[in-house]
């Protein structure tokens, strides 16, 4: 198990360059990333009205936010009428010593869980660990990533960069037995028998929650492998760690946020399991655990209401941005050091994890807007990525040789006369670099590491704007 790593500059364009320079890893991100964004397309154009959903979803997310606390509020006061029992935590330790007091108040040293990137955010299995509960993630991606200690690539296929190989190669370690790589159905049946052995042997069952209802205390869960029903409602205890923001008020609102889900996740028009738990098994529905708790997690949530960050708390964590991003698509998941990656990540790594600790991340875009326009609740993500460099300029969080280049590039670029020759002086020492547009300068001197910068054009612009006369 892998704890999140910080990311300076230096190390996101290290994991970066390792991930460029992988051409069967940049096929594989290719091809899912692109399988996604045709599935999202073409669900959304099958959709009516799609936009006005998509505004409408926006307005309902915005307003819940509005009165976050009385719906909270709300929510718990009808999940406890259904019989559930609701905690605060206000951070991700406190989320997994509930979650692992409950355990041990059970007896329960095996849990099972469902992919929720709430507990990867909280590194919940490393504080079950530490309590001597094991956790088993049931998730087919997240199941191989738990084997080989990985955090996920994707928020919502946390192994597409893993080949058949490598997972029969997991596989094999822990069946004792040569499974090949080209046989799939056996590789996923063998998945199969050795997690309904955990299922059946789980005393206690983890799961995130997608949506939290509140008018009826409801808990739903999107999935796809039927692996949440098994963790759900074969262990005698069920915890939710819900992040406070997932909040519909009713069902009313929690219907545009499902069709928009998974059309814009993975293409399909609602998932192959969409599961709504209320309280835990009573006498009129007696399937199910006897017992249901419900974790509301704050963990630096609440800090952000109010600020010109609030609005990334409307995200659904459909991964539609990270499909779309330029440069999660050649950098990849890892480059981000933390389980949130892509655009969202890139905005909310360093507002639950701090600046500091992720000062990388808000240069790591090219604000094209993409992220804006694919995003199904309209968040605008490239303003607010403005807002943390502006936060970074302020704070003076880049290394000193950084600032002390921008402020002289700056200070050039504001004065013509020196900026003329500091141009020419830079034409004059670029001459044994420069072929066919490009640099060719030698590693230590070069700043984008494997790339070639462009060259400075023979002739400025204002030159030839000034010799052509046929462009006055
Ligand atoms: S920011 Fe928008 S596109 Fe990105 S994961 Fe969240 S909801 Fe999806």
Redesign the pocket.
């Known amino acids: 198990m892998t704890a999140h790593k910080p990311t300076s500059t230096a190390q996101f364009r290290a994991r970066a360059t390792i991930a460029i320079k992988d051409i069967r890893l940049q096929g594989a991100l290719d091809g899912a990333t692109g399988h996604f964004r045709i599935g999202h397309d073409s669900a959304l154009a099958d959709l009516p009205h799609a936009h006005e959903m998509s505004r409408h979803l926006k307005a309902i997310r915005s307003s819940t936010l509005a009165r976050l606390a009385e719906h909270l509020e709300a929510f718990e006061r009808n999940a406890q009428a259904a019989g559930a029992q609701v905690h605060w935590a206000r951070d991700g330790l406190e989320a997994g010593q509930i979650t692992a007091s409950i355990a041990q108040a059970h007896g329960v040293s095996l849990v099972t869980k469902t992919k929720s990137m709430a507990t990867e955010e909280i590194q919940l299995n490393h504080t079950l660990q530490a309590a001597g509960i094991q956790p088993v993630e049931t998730d087919l991606g997240e199941w191989i990533l738990q084997l080989s200690q990985e955090p996920p690539y994707h928020?919502i296929a946390p192994a597409i960069h893993k080949t058949r190989g490598q997972v029969a190669q997991l596989f094999s370690e822990q069946t004792g037995q040569s499974l090949p790589a080209d046989d799939i159905p056996r590789l996923t049946a063998e998945a199969r028998r050795l997690l309904r052995e955990k299922f059946l042997a789980a005393g206690l069952g983890i799961t995130g929650a997608n949506i939290g209802v509140a008018e009826t205390g409801s808990i739903v869960l999107v999935t796809n492998e039927g692996n949440a029903e098994m963790v759900t409602g074969l262990p005698p205890v069920h915890v939710v760690i819900m992040g406070i923001e997932k909040i519909a008020p009713t069902w009313n609102d929690a219907a545009p946020w499902l069709a928009l889900l998974a059309r814009?996740?993975t293409g399909q028009p609602l998932s192959v399991y969409t599961t709504f738990i209320t309280g835990p098994a009573h006498p009129v529905d007696p399937d199910g655990p006897g017992e249901l708790h419900i974790i509301l997690l704050d963990n630096r949530r609440s800090v952000q209401i109010g600020t010109e960050y609030e609005e990334?708390l409307?995200?659904?964590?459909?991964?539609?941005?990270?499909n779309?991003c330029p440069v999660y698509r050649e950098a990849g998941g890892h480059a981000y050091g933390n389980p949130y990656s892509?655009?969202?990540g890139a905005?909310v790594s360093p507002l639950l994890f701090g600046l500091e600790a992720y000062e990388a991340l808000p240069q790591a875009s090219s604000l094209c807007g993409a992220?804006l326009d694919?995003?199904?609740?309209?968040?605008d993500?490239p303003r607010m990525l403005l807002a943390l460099r502006a936060e970074e300029v302020e704070a003076q969080i880049a290394p000193r040789s950084l600032r002390l280049a921008e402020s002289t590039a700056a200070y050039v670029l504001g004065r013509e006369r020196l900026m003329n020759l500091a141009t020419s002086v830079l034409r004059l020492l670029q001459r044994p670099f420069a072929r066919d547009g490009r640099l060719h300068l030698p590693d230590w001197l070069n700043p984008l590491g494997e790339r070639q910068p462009p060259s400075l054009a023979k002739k400025p612009f204002r030159k030839l704007w000034e010799d052509n006369d046929d462009w006055h």
Do not use: D, E, K
């Open positions: 928020i814009s996740a990334v409307q995200c659904i964590r459909c991964g539609s941005c990270l779309i892509g655009p969202i905005v992220c694919v995003c199904p609740v309209q968040i993500l």
